[in-house]
Every structure is written in C-alpha cells, then in structure tokens.
C-alpha cells in the first residue's frame, strides 16, 4: 500500500500557558497558534571523554545535558498572538490587558485643553496617565484615531485631557472611545507548545517550559506585515495523542495583515507624522533566557529571563522635511518619544516606546536610479510613560 509521508500543510501548532512552570496545565485545550514556517525540536548537551585509548579511537561521547527550543514565524493577525504578545512582555494572564470601552452620544470636545468631556460622567476612571485611547464617531475627522492620554492629568468620569490637537465639536455624534492596554512587566509566564502532523497517525511533539525569548514585526512596504518568536523550553517528549483536556481550539478567522492596508501611521513627539514617508519598521523584544542546572538534572531545574529589551530600526525616504530633525537625533543621540500603529479595520494595535534612541545610519548610496534614504536602528529606553510609571514600551488594543 501507499505509504503516508509528513505533510508540512497539515502541521498545527498549538500552545497552552502553564500555571506551573514545566507542568502541562490538564484542564484546557491548546490554542492553534497560525504560523508560516519553524522548527521545534531538542539537543542533547554533550561531552567526549578524554581518555586515551591505545587503539587510536575517541573515547565515548556522553549526554550532559538537553536543549528544548522552538522558534516560528508568522503573519500578524488580530487575536491570534494577543496572549504571546502579553507574554513577550514578561505578563502573565493574571496582569492581562486592561480593557476600557464606551460608546455615548453626549461627548463633547474642547479644543482649549484638548478634553473629551461625558455629561453623564460616563468615562472610566481607571484609565491610566499615558495611555492611549482610539476614537471614532465624530464628525470631525481630527477628534477620531488614536490620542494619548495626558501623562500629567489624572481621567475623571466626566473628563479625559489628551496630548494630541482636537477641534472643539457639540455633542450628538455616536461616539466610541476603546482601549486595552498592556506595559512590560517582570512576571515568568510559561507554555506548553505542541506540535502534530494531522495526516500521521500519532505523530506528536510536545515541549514543556517554554518561555519566550523573542517576539518581533516587520513591516515592509508591498508585504504583508509578518512576525517571529522564539522559545526555551524544559523539556520535550513524543506523544501518541493531544494533549490537551479537549481538541485543540481553532485559531481566530481573521484576515492577515498587510502593509497597503494595515499600516496605521507613526506618531514621533506625541504628533502623528504626515509630512513625510516611512518605508519599512520593525520591532524586536528580547529577553535573554537564563536557564538554571542541578545536579544529577538532565533538565532543567529552573529558567529566569533576563531584562526586557526592546530594539528596532525605521526608514524613510530622505526629504527637505525629515532630514535634519532625524540626524540631529543620531548625532546629539536625543531621546524621542515614538509610536506606530497597525489595523485590519477592526482589530487595532498601537506599539508606543516613550523614549527612543537612534544607533546607527549608514548614509548608503545605492547607485544609478535609487532613492536616497534614510535607514535607522533603534533602541527604547525606560521613561516617564505618565503617573511617574517607568517603563520601556505600552502596547495598545482596540477589537
């Protein structure tokens, strides 16, 4: 008979938090994790004898150790890495997206202090200093889109100042203002990752006690917009069945992103840019895996990352508009603040670094009948990111 060989158009990944770092979490299914390509395996850590053999032969190679790794690229979706994404952020599902969502007819805006103001002190007290907000609604199209919310005045229930410019509008326009935010943290959240090929019987991987040491976007122009993340894990062994509490749960249907359609702009001082074009952007967080041995462990006893570190680079086509402004930031190396923004049209991310430095330029002359640009590698910085909260990045949300 025919013999059924591995498929890599029927490979489903999958992941599942753990609640103990190492332990397969019983009483959920894995979620479907979309991915475009990977790999998912395990070395042995070894070591050769040094003995002498009068034979003229090595002598034998022993097994010191095991190193679970995983690493899978993608392409941005809404929903389908919101929980990795929080992850890559070192939050764990207890310090999950804070969620604020309205929808009113009776929302004024001043343009004096740049306020929305609710007649019925509708607005949520509980959004924080710094963060960012997207509104829709209005009929002026400058009081809509992504506004940060002041860093230095605290929201009320009837009033939210913003830093961005508004134009002063009458109430009676459906208005939503939305948000779920989420800031880089210290906590050590864990996955279980699997891996099956369908059309194989039984054919199973499974790696426990993966942490996340890298996640990042890249945004090219005339692309779709894709991603990558890397794991450490545990350990890995070979199961016969899911294993899952039930099937695995399928992934959000939403469409991929691409860069025509999905890029939603950048903001560098709080001001969204306009006056000149970005070309291509991306964004890496990386935290560097630490992981912990003991004596007689073949695994690992333990596993601590290290501090967050989030970098990137961003180019531009050099225009009369944008080029002293970007070099004196690389030759003063000043700080800027800087943000930018994807969207499907109904799933909405804003990635915001409250403080930003340049690293390199390479000033590149490419030749007969090319652009001259204007290509840069980033670095964040913890700051002020509003209410003296320090921190490297905020990733917004809006669904």
Do not use: C
Not at 55 to 69: H, N, V
Not at 78 to 85: K, P, V, Y
Not at 131 to 155: C, H, L, M, R
């Amino acid at each position: 008979g025919e013999i059924i060989m591995a498929d890599a158009n029927r490979v489903q990944v999958s992941t599942l938090e753990e609640s103990v770092w190492g332990t397969k979490t019983t009483s959920a299914p894995f979620i479907e994790l979309p991915i475009t390509g990977g790999s998912m395996s395990e070395s042995p850590d070894t070591v050769r004898s040094s003995q002498l053999r009068s034979d003229a032969q090595m002598a034998a190679m022993k097994r010191t150790g095991i190193e679970p790794a995983a690493a899978f690229d993608f392409e941005m979706q809404g929903d389908n890495f919101d929980i990795l994404m929080r992850a890559a952020l070192r939050n764990s599902s207890s310090n999950n997206w804070t969620a604020h969502n309205l929808t009113a007819a009776d929302i004024t805006v001043a343009s004096g202090d740049k306020s929305y103001a609710s007649a019925a002190s509708a607005f949520s007290a509980s959004i924080v200093r710094g963060s960012w907000i997207y509104v829709s609604g209005f009929t002026d199209p400058a009081n809509n889109g992504w506004k940060q919310v002041s860093t230095t005045t605290e929201v009320t229930a009837a009033k939210i100042i913003v830093m961005q410019t508004l134009v002063s509008e009458v109430a009676g326009d459906s208005v939503t203002l939305s948000s779920q935010v989420i800031r880089n943290g210290s906590d050590l959240t864990s996955f279980s990752l699997q891996m099956q090929n369908l059309d194989v019987t039984s054919a199973f991987r499974l790696m426990l006690g993966s942490r996340i040491t890298d996640f990042g976007l890249n945004i090219t122009s005339q692309s779709i917009i894709t991603g990558n993340i890397g794991f450490n894990g545990k350990k890995m062994s070979r199961p016969t069945a899911e294993s899952g509490s039930t099937a695995v749960t399928a992934a959000a249907n939403s469409d991929v992103m691409s860069e025509v359609s999905s890029f939603d702009g950048f903001w560098i001082g709080g001001a969204e840019i306009t006056a000149y074009e970005m070309v291509s952007a991306s964004l890496n967080i990386a935290t560097t895996a630490r992981p912990q041995n003991g004596l007689g462990n073949l695994e690992k006893v333990g596993m601590n990352l290290g501090p967050i570190e989030i970098s990137g680079s961003m180019e531009f086509y050099l225009e009369t508009a944008n080029y002293a402004t970007l070099q004196d930031y690389l030759l003063n190396f000043t700080s800027f603040d800087f943000a930018f923004a994807l969207s499907d049209g109904t799933n909405r991310y804003l990635f915001h670094m409250p403080q930003v430095k340049l690293t390199s330029e390479p000033g590149t002359v490419g030749g007969i009948d090319t652009d001259m640009m204007l290509s840069f590698d980033f670095a964040a910085d913890p700051a002020d990111i509003g209410g003296s909260v320090t921190k490297t990045i905020q990733v917004s949300r809006v669904s």
